[in-house]
């Protein structure tokens, strides 16, 4: 039966003219009478043959395109990381949270990142090498009042806020492998900011920092703080917070604002404090051991002294500081423990 | 006949003689005018700048019934047709229903099924045959014949 509907199909009579006519067309025929078929070959070959390059050149360029545009995408910051000290700098993140631009915002940036090699690089790697490298350089003083300020810049609020996240653990990672101490202060940013930091030559960090000050200070002059420290910003942004507290006629994000710089307020001065407690301990040991015993009233004074110290170097130590701060901003009136005499006007 | 063709007059008699086997094969695949018009010069087109290697009829036949499969393979797969192109209204030229729904069963079968059916019961070559055309052992190309013919068996069965 299928041999009986197959014979009733056969090629029109007009498919094969047009088919005739075609492959004449194609094939330059009708040929003089006797031409070599292999003449023909060679000659016929041709169309066939470019259609061939044609379609491998088409592929290869579609192939480039797609290399250079996921070079491009792989290239192209999405997110910036201002890290401050004092040496300011600037890293882009690309979509895979990994570096791709390094930029120096002042001299001594510059000289934080010789030697380093951060393109390619983790967020986190980075930031653990640069905090690692600010220690070495000493931009990070034995004291534990230096701040360590990073800032994440991003279209999305979300994402600046995750990012913030990650950087605070990196940072304290970068500083607990070297045994050094330091405040970490972090925050959000968004690219106009940016832009605008950068047309006055400073990182979103600072920059943000020195907005907050002229809003304590309208008289204040950025100049007067392009070379300075975090630490000295946030302590002088603490100095200014208004006396009359925190949420009066403010904005939220301001609210905010200042209520991160009074907890890292807090914490520079909580650690000088406990650095200045320890110092004096290890002088009260080196004076008892140094000299014979006067009485037994004196040996037990040196013993609480060295006691009381170590027990609130131990309180502080074993919180980690994000915590400290954590809790200090929502603490609101409370005061911590061993918030030093300063007060901190809320 | 089994001398090389020359130039157009060969090709208008090769197109008269071989044109149904293309027609019918492309019939099989193609559900579109224009893509049987396409596969149709493509063949022919190959065909004539092949002549010199094609040496008797039956190389010859055998190489067209191959190419032409490849071809229609080739435009079903194509992604533009296959996403954008209709499916036109297949015109099968059936005497009844039941003739339909047997060629319907047949046009259904995967291509390499469909393929054996036609070179074995239409063109009647054996599977010796169609193994050499395909290249492929002549133990596959049965086992195949056995799962087309019950698949047949069962999509008729079950209209």
């Known amino acids: 039966m299928f041999v009986k509907y197959m014979d009733q199909i056969k090629a029109e009579d007009a498919l094969k003219e047009k088919t005739r006519q075609y492959v004449e067309a194609v094939s330059g025929a009708p040929e003089a009478a006797g031409a070599a078929p292999a003449a023909v070959w060679h000659r016929k070959s041709k169309p066939l043959v470019l259609h061939r390059f044609r379609e491998m050149v088409t592929a290869a360029v579609v192939l480039a395109a797609v290399f250079i545009g996921g070079l491009a995408y792989y290239r192209m910051p999405v997110s910036y990381i201002s890290l401050d000290i004092n040496p300011s700098l600037e890293l882009g993140i690309n979509a895979f949270d990994r570096v791709v631009a390094v930029e120096a915002v002042n001299g001594d940036g510059l000289q934080l990142l010789e030697r380093q090699q951060l393109v390619n690089a983790s967020l986190e790697e980075a930031v653990q090498a640069l905090v690692q490298e600010a220690v070495r350089q000493g931009y990070i003083q034995q004291n534990g009042a230096s701040v360590v300020s990073l800032t994440a810049v991003s279209k999305k609020a979300a994402t600046a806020a995750a990012l913030q996240e990650r950087l605070r653990e990196a940072a304290h990672q970068g500083l607990m492998e070297t045994d050094a101490k330091a405040v970490v202060y972090t925050d959000g940013s968004d690219p106009q900011l940016r832009a605008r930091a950068h047309e006055l030559g400073l990182s979103a960090g600072k920059y943000k920092l020195i907005l907050l000050l002229q809003e304590l200070d309208s008289e204040l002059d950025i100049e007067d703080y392009r070379n300075a420290n975090i630490a000295a910003l946030i302590l002088k942004a603490d100095s200014l917070l208004p006396t009359s507290g925190i949420g009066n006629g403010q904005t939220d994000e301001l609210q905010q604002a200042f209520r991160m710089v009074a907890a890292a307020a807090l914490e520079i001065q909580a650690n000088e404090q406990r650095m200045l407690q320890n110092r004096n301990a290890e002088q009260n040991q080196a004076e008892g051991s140094g000299e014979p015993l006067q009485n037994r009233e004196q040996v037990r004074n040196q013993a609480d002294n060295s006691a009381a110290a170590e027990q609130g170097q131990k309180e502080l130590g074993s919180q980690p500081r994000n915590q400290i701060q954590a809790s200090q901003q929502k603490s609101g009136q409370n005061q911590p423990d061993h918030e030093p005499s300063k007060t901190i006007r809320r | ?159």
Not at chain 2, 144 to 151: H, I, N, V
């Open chain 2, 1 to 159: 006949m089994d001398q090389p063709l020359a130039a157009s007059d060969d090709i208008s008699a090769a197109i008269e003689q071989y044109g149904d086997i293309v027609r019918r094969i492309c019939f099989l695949y193609l559900r579109n005018q224009a893509d049987v018009e396409d596969v149709f010069q493509e063949v022919f087109l190959k065909f004539y700048l092949n002549l010199t290697s094609l040496e008797t009829e039956q190389h010859r036949k055998a190489w067209l019934c191959r190419v032409t499969f490849n071809l229609c393979k080739d435009y079903v797969k194509s992604f533009w047709r296959r996403n954008v192109i209709s499916i036109e209204h297949l015109e099968i030229p059936c005497e009844n229903e039941t003739q339909g729904e047997i060629l319907q069963a047949v046009l259904q079968l995967p291509a390499d099924e469909k393929e054996l059916i036609y070179l074995h019961y239409y063109e009647g070559l054996t599977i010796p045959e169609i193994a050499r055309i395909n290249g492929e052992n002549e133990n596959s190309i049965y086992s195949r014949l056995r799962r087309a013919k019950k698949r047949l068996k069962m999509k008729v069965g079950d209209a």
